[in-house]
């Protein structure tokens, strides 16, 4: 029998509904971060650097760019013979075929996969943040605890706190109470939804639990566990950490690639982010282009003005096109004399000459104002928008727009275009 120390599994089916249109046809793990990469790539790039070789990708809502992305997992060296890297989506099984209802029930459902690697310990992992962590690091920690479990949990402001899963813990660390999003928080250690389980706690708590539907781990193993008086301790990390669950934070953390000293540090060759990458000419930019404190992905022409922003692979922006403060993912075309501002633009979109968005006084999302909050304008993937517009803040477009969906050549701040068919 193949005999692994530890294996991840690697939670990648959420919808990320919070970002609004960029998710429609995507999950959240595979949309474009940082000029190159996608959002999957930290955690995997992770393991390979803290040598966790075998790792499990469990997929479930629009897989089809997330598939297609990992591949074999050549980019991060997770192609092997004995482990790498399985992209797990819920299967037909003789009686029914089930969808994954909750992140436990996803892991339950591929009891045999890691039954295969007879693992020691198994590292349960989200597919959508952004940090560098040595799993490593955190498993001597839990093996010098003799620890049945450890959740890694970082430090949040107290005002924060009621979002995320707290921890307190006596001063050994050991963990003495775990609330689920507490309106009252009693401490601000934040699960980071990062967890070394070993092998026979997990396994014993997935079949008791298995009749739960919706089986999530901060609901429903981790307090079971409890109960039973496991040794559950915190793992404290004190690093860069961005769940990039909502449009302002995907945003923020793009934004904080570029600054002077950035706090997440892309370029370190110790610690090496992984991707899959196009074969693509380097970047070109113009004698009269002007660009100040941004990313440019290989294949992009520069030939108008960027300022503060991040800019994927394939772009084009043409001459006279000022850009600033905004993210623009792989092949998307920005026509002369356009202006855009504080505006996130997914793959594949066309902006028509002379288009200024972001223009106008803050007014709320009618679409969602949740979910468009942060005075971004937000374009979805293949979307097209005619020249001459006037586009506001919070707003959201998808799909391929026409003049006559402009009130007088303009889109206010608070409004949005979604065209049939389009996802909202």
């Known amino acids: 029998m193949i005999k692994k120390e530890m294996i991840a599994m690697l939670l990648a089916g959420g919808q990320g509904s919070r970002l609004g249109v960029l998710t429609a046809k995507m999950a959240k793990p595979a949309v474009a971060f940082g000029g190159k990469y996608r959002i999957i790539d930290f955690p995997l790039s992770n393991c390979i650097n803290s040598s966790v070789d075998t790792v499990g990708v469990l997929t479930q809502y629009q897989p089809l760019r997330l598939n297609t992305h990992i591949g074999i997992g050549i980019p991060w060296d997770l192609d092997r013979n004995v482990g790498g890297v399985t992209v797990l989506p819920p299967y037909e099984k003789s009686a029914n075929s ?11 459902q591929n009891l045999n996969y890691m039954e295969t690697y007879n693992p020691d310990y198994v590292l349960i992992l989200s597919g ?3 940090y560098k962590m040595d799993y490593e690091v955190m498993l001597d920690y839990h093996k010098a605890n003799n620890a049945d479990i450890t959740i890694a949990a970082m430090p ?7 979002r995320f899963g707290i921890v307190v813990t006596d001063e050994k660390k050991r963990i003495i109470e775990f609330e689920e999003k507490p309106a009252k928080p009693k401490s601000n250690l934040a699960s980071m939804g990062i967890y070394i389980f070993s092998w026979p706690v997990l396994k014993e708590a997935l079949i008791e639990l298995s009749d739960q539907s919706a089986c999530d781990f901060g609901k429903h193993i981790i307090p079971h566990c409890f109960k039973h008086d496991k040794r ?13 669950g909502t449009l ?3 945003w923020e953390a793009n934004m904080e690639l570029i600054d002077i000293i950035p ?23 113009s004698e009269k282009a002007r660009v100040e404190r941004s990313i440019i992905g290989e294949g992009t022409e520069v030939y108008g003005e960027v300022y503060n922003s991040v800019i994927g692979c394939g772009v084009t922006i043409e001459e006279g096109a000022i850009v600033r403060d905004s993210i623009i993912m792989k092949d998307s075309v920005i026509r002369k004399g356009c202006q855009i501002n504080k505006t996130i633009i997914a793959e594949n979109v066309e902006i028509g000459e002379n288009v200024l968005t972001g223009v106008g006084e803050f007014a709320e999302s009618k679409l969602d104002k949740k979910v468009y909050a942060f005075d971004l304008v937000t374009i979805g993937e293949n979307s097209y928008i005619p020249p001459n517009m006037k586009i506001g803040k919070n707003v959201a477009i998808s799909g391929v727009t026409e003049v006559d969906d402009y009130n007088e050549g303009a889109l206010k701040s608070g409004e949005y275009i979604i065209k049939a068919g389009e996802v909202r």
């Open 263 to 285: 706090v997440f540090n892309l370029y370190e060759e110790f610690w090496r982010i992984y991707t899959k990458s196009d074969t693509l000419p380097p970047q070109y930019v």
């Open 128 to 130: 959508d943040h952004i």
């Open 98 to 108: 089930e969808w994954y209802t909750g992140t436990a029930n996803a892991i339950y």
């Open 248 to 250: 302002g934070s995907y």
């Open 232 to 244: 559950i301790f915190a793992y404290e990390y004190n690093g860069y950490w961005k769940d990039v």
């Open 156 to 162: 949040v402001p107290i005002e924060e706190a009621s």
